[in-house]
């Protein structure tokens, strides 16, 4: 065997990336069958990003095979036939698709034939390639390892690949996650299901396909329904179902034909009380509720009305022999609640909301009660809760009911016998503890009920192992007594498999089981816990039955993890294990992508704890190791928190040290022959109006760098996986995966003034072919390769202009040792990413343009001082007059502000105003548009050919200016104008043409 070169591969030169997105963005809507629903974890990879990352990593590019492929047109139809490959790949149907991905596992192995044996591969079918590895003749295909493996999306697909999979992570939530991904399937492949079908099943065992992880998932499956069988019968009278009295239906219609049904209650909702802060109703505790809505759902409106009760507290009218609708305790109440249907009126949108965050009335003297009267009442032990409604399943869907008694009674009646009494960070705002309500333990977040059902579960998923372990031993598995940890394949690391997945379940029960879940009243339903990547205060919270047909019910996290486990063929062995980035040994000549924490994003630790309570309670004799400590590792967690670290610069510091370690050991440690790739993802509020120069991204390059990695291309991604996040402001908007390879060992220096002069060189052409791709006649593609050649099948999208412009700006920084200022210094990252940013900010436009650009990066569409606007104007070689008749600015009253795009004139022609601004020009396209569509843009746009780059390039400007400041809506227009950009021109194209025609025929 020789070992011949290092091409270049696939990723380094040219991706599909339009695909790649538009199928990372179909991911988002997949329920089942995906690793999301077997087990939370937060910023997970599109799985289709990942594949096609790997993918791409492994295969040559066919420029770097001339001795295959010749000419740059063999190398391209080459280059194609792999994009069409990788197309399919990135398809979630096919990802069971064995025909598609032995596709690819074949292009990998021909790629590694061809780096162990050169150019005598070509000779050689797969067969003869798979029998050379099988006979030792040529070396085995590397190992793939993920150092920061999380939620397991790139290990899953490396395996699906083929590869032999290497996951770690510090944090033990995330190593079980892989665990139950890629180690465990794989070694229970093939085996049959022991346990005892649940009744009323038939199931012909004899006919049945248990390749793969089928027998292991059917088994989740059964031991699930039994836990939940078991649980029913100790601890189902505290989830009593819920009787519609008369009573209830005397103002309902809607219930008249359900009195004296019972119904299975789906949750209970209940707002949190203080004690009211008037004096006179000091002993009444006054609701804190955000609001009364049930449903918004058209036709099906339902919502609580606070009745309030004349003088002192008492009970609403009572029908003799029915459960009183009543809140228990005697001494209460000063109110009680009744629920409504149909529309609601305006006062019961905001509850007994006063304000954003804690700022509420007095449900009974409108006293207001503020943040810090709750904070002082909630640390004091007087913060409470009162039943607010019952909801439950009803013949034809959800119904509304007012509390009872009984049932408030029940719930307050139970008694956990433990609780994890770990206490939470109370130095982080990410958590509810930390945002001083009283919250100090992980038991704080539970209602005793909720408290005893997560301690029964986990007690079952003990007894469900046990069980299934004899059932396995009677089945005729091996009781050799060798666990899950030790690599057993036995009795009884068969059921630990088997009670992993049911830990999970439990798990994702505990998501729907916490006092921190809301009731979403426009899709009625339960919401988790995690509806983002923090825990913030529910005032008015819903607790999940977990014995109903609905979310939050123990079933459907058995389903969803048997669903996954089905799907999972696993084509290699994996290995996931903790280990800490910075000191791992694991990459040693490892294929290796990774997506690491981004600075100060997600706090991985402390909102893991919330699972990993639970988790140690079920798991620990199982992973002794993995689960010996009382809450995850947080001391070498790689996120720059300042309240870990004492200051932001010391968490900065932090986080540039240890991630730059992070970066050299695996550089260090990664086979040669492969790039490696990492992304990072950027939050939307980290592209700074002076460009993207973040303290994360910079931060997160800089280690990059002095990790001694060169940058050989970046890929602005869409990888983002926001699946049930609400609207959160600092949700991930999109990543960019950038292509590494170790910097030579004698990179030169050069000074300030050549790097700008390679900037130069490079970047103008770099940006025109990201935004008018294959202009220049260069095969199409997508992102920057290393050579700061933009190849691309479709433009980058303004918001990822700025982004996408790093790449080669990068490329050509990092490539050399140090770039050194005028007075001998290095250049910092941050001054470099300016520098490239610049490139994206240069204008040439007219002056009435260059006035409207600036004053409404001050003022956007609003109004400004005529003072400010006459001085603006001066500088720029224009007049506020000269705006205003040129229809660009009303001016009055001492006031100035410019013109949208339906106030500017409907009868515009740019050969009668051929003076017209880019600014106007622009702005009277976008009326086109909207107006008449692509048709009418194009034929405007034909009568002014000349104007047509400066106002592609100023709807770009724009585009990024709003994108920056967060103006979502003002960006709109200018997106879509650059999205229908070749339609508008191929029409103004075939207008041009037609025109000329009509000239020649006369
Ligand atoms: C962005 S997440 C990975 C997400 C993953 N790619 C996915 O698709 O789910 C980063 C991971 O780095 C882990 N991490 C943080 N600090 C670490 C360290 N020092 N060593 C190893 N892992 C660490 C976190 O626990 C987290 O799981």
Redesign the pocket.
């Known amino acids: 065997m020789t070992s011949i070169k290092t091409p270049k591969k696939l990723i380094e030169v040219a991706l599909p990336l339009d695909k790649i997105n538009e199928a990372a963005a179909r991911e988002k809507s997949i329920r089942h069958g995906h690793p999301s629903t077997l087990h939370l974890?937060w910023?997970?990879?599109p799985l289709a990003a990942a594949r096609a990352v790997i993918f791409a990593q492994m295969v040559d590019d066919p420029a770097s095979v001339p001795e295959e492929f010749p000419t740059p047109e063999a190398q391209e139809r080459e280059r194609q036939r792999l994009f069409r490959l990788l197309e399919q790949l990135v398809q979630w149907e096919n990802t069971t698709n064995e025909e598609v991905l032995e596709s690819a596992r074949r292009e990998i192995r021909r790629s590694w034939a061809r780096h162990c044996l050169g150019a005598a591969a070509a000779r050689l079918s797969d067969d003869e390639i798979v029998a050379a590895i099988n006979a030792g003749r040529m070396p085995a295909l590397p190992g793939f390892h993920d150092?920061?493996?999380?939620?397991?999306?790139?290990p899953l697909e490396a395996q699906r690949l083929g590869l032999e999979t290497y996951a770690?992570?510090?944090?033990p939530v995330?190593v079980t996650i892989n665990k139950a991904m890629i180690e465990i399937p794989p070694r229970f492949a093939g085996y049959e299901p022991v346990g005892p079908l649940p009744p009323g099943e038939r199931q012909a065992t004899l006919h049945a396909d248990w390749s793969g992880a089928k027998g292991l998932a059917e088994d989740v499956r059964r031991y699930g329904a039994w836990m939940r069988a078991e649980a029913e019968k100790r601890i189902g009278h505290l989830y009593p179902r819920v009787k519609v009295t008369s009573e209830m239906a005397a103002d309902r219609p809607d219930l008249k034909p359900l009195v004296g049904q019972k119904l299975t209650v789906i949750a209970w909702l209940w707002a949190r009380t203080v004690k009211s802060p008037n004096p006179a109703f000091a002993d009444v505790d006054v609701p804190l509720v955000s609001t009364f809505i049930l449903s918004s759902k058209a036709g099906k409106e339902a919502y609580v009305e606070p009745i309030i009760l004349g003088g002192r507290a008492s009970r609403p009218p009572q029908v003799a022999g029915e459960t009183p609708a009543l809140p228990g305790t005697p001494a209460l109440p000063g109110y009680y609640f009744t629920v409504k249907v149909g529309k609601p009126p305006e006062s019961a949108k905001n509850g007994t909301k006063l304000a954003r965050g804690a700022n509420f009335r007095c449900l009974v003297s409108g006293a207001p009660i503020g943040d810090a009267y709750i904070k002082a009442e909630s640390l004091a032990g007087r913060m409470g809760e009162r039943l607010m409604a019952i909801v439950a399943e009803g013949p034809r869907g959800r119904v509304y009911l007012p509390p009872t008694e009984e049932h408030e009674r029940i719930a307050r009646s139970a008694q956990p016998l433990w609780k994890p009494d770990q206490p939470m960070n109370r130095d982080t705002r990410d958590l509810v503890s930390g945002r001083g309500y009283g919250f100090f333990t992980w038991a704080d977040l539970f209602t005793p009920r909720q408290l005893v059902a997560l301690t029964t579960f986990s007690d079952l998923v003990a007894e469900a192992i046990e069980k299934c372990r004899r059932d396995a031993i009677a089945a005729g598995l091996p009781d050799d007594g060798v666990g899950l940890d030790a690599s057993g394949t036995g009795a009884l690391a068969y059921a630990q498999a088997v009670g992993v997945y049911l830990a999970f379940a439990v798990d994702k029960g505990a998501n729907y089981w916490s006092s921190l879940c809301s009731w979403h009243s426009g899709r009625d339903t339960v919401t988790s816990t995690f509806g983002r990547q923090a825990l913030p205060m529910v005032w008015d919270f819903a607790e999940a039955n977990p014995f109903s047909n609905s979310s939050g019910n123990l079933l459907s996290g058995c389903e969803q993890a048997a669903k996954l486990l089905t799907n999972l063929k696993s084509p290699s062995n994996g290995l996931a294990l903790q280990?800490?980035?910075?000191s791992q040994t694991v990459s040693h000549n490892k294929i290796i992508s990774t997506?690491?924490?981004?600075y100060d994003n997600i706090a991985?630790?402390d909102l893991s704890d919330f699972f990993y309570v639970w988790l140690r309670r079920m798991l620990k004799p199982i992973f002794p190791g993995l689960y010996a400590t009382l809450a995850t590792p947080k001391t070498?967690?790689?996120?720059a928190t300042p309240c870990r670290h004492g200051s932001r610069e010391k968490a900065e510091t932090f986080f540039l040290e240890?991630m730059t370690q992070?970066l050299e050991n695996l550089a260090r440690q990664a086979h040669p022959a492969f790039p490696i790739t990492i992304y990072y993802a950027f939050k939307q509020s980290e592209t700074e109006s002076d460009g993207t120069t973040s303290p994360g991204w910079e931060t997160f390059l800089e280690a990059v760098l002095r990790a001694g990695l060169a940058i050989t291309g970046t890929w602005p991604m869409r990888t983002e996986y926001t699946g049930n996040l609400k609207k959160a402001t600092n949700a991930l908007a999109s990543s960019i995966v950038l292509v590494c390879r170790k910097r030579a060992a004698d990179a030169p220096v050069i000074t300030r003034r050549e790097f700008l002069r390679e900037l130069n060189a490079t970047l103008p052409e770099a940006m025109e072919e990201m935004i008018n791709p294959g202009g220049a006649g260069v095969p199409p593609a997508s992102g920057n390769s290393q050579d700061g050649r933009a190849l691309r099948h479709s433009p980058v999208t303004p918001v990822d202009l700025s982004q996408a412009i790093i790449g080669p700006g990068m490329a050509i920084f990092s490539r050399y040792a140090q770039v050194l200022e005028a007075d001998g210094t290095p250049m910092t990252v941050r001054t470099a990413l300016q520098l490239i940013n610049r490139f994206l900010t240069e204008d040439d436009f007219d002056y009435d343009t260059q006035f409207c650009l600036h004053w409404f990066e001050q003022h956007g569409w609003a109004t400004g001082k005529f003072g400010e606007a006459d001085v603006l104007a001066r500088a720029k070689a224009t007049s506020v007059d000269g705006l205003r008749e040129a229809g660009l600015v009303a001016a009055g009253k001492g006031e100035v502000r410019l013109l949208r795009w339906p106030e500017l004139p409907a009868k515009w022609s740019p050969k009668t105003d051929s003076c017209a601004s880019v600014w106007e020009a622009l702005h009277q396209l976008i009326r086109a548009l909207n107006q008449g569509g692509e048709s009418a843009a194009g034929a405007l746009l034909a009568r002014m050919p000349s104007r047509a780059e400066p106002i592609r390039a100023l709807a770009y400007r724009l585009y990024t200016l709003c994108e920056r400041r967060g103006w979502a809506d003002d960006a709109r227009p200018y997106n879509e104008l650059v999205a229908a950009w070749s339609g508008i021109e191929q029409v103004a194209g075939a207008a041009r043409v037609a025109y000329s025609q009509m000239k020649l025929d006369v």
């Open positions: 974890w910023a997970r990879r150092p920061f493996a999380g939620g397991g999306a790139l770690s992570d510090l944090n995330a280990s800490e980035a910075q997506d690491p924490p981004y991985y630790a070498e967690e790689l996120v240890g992070a």
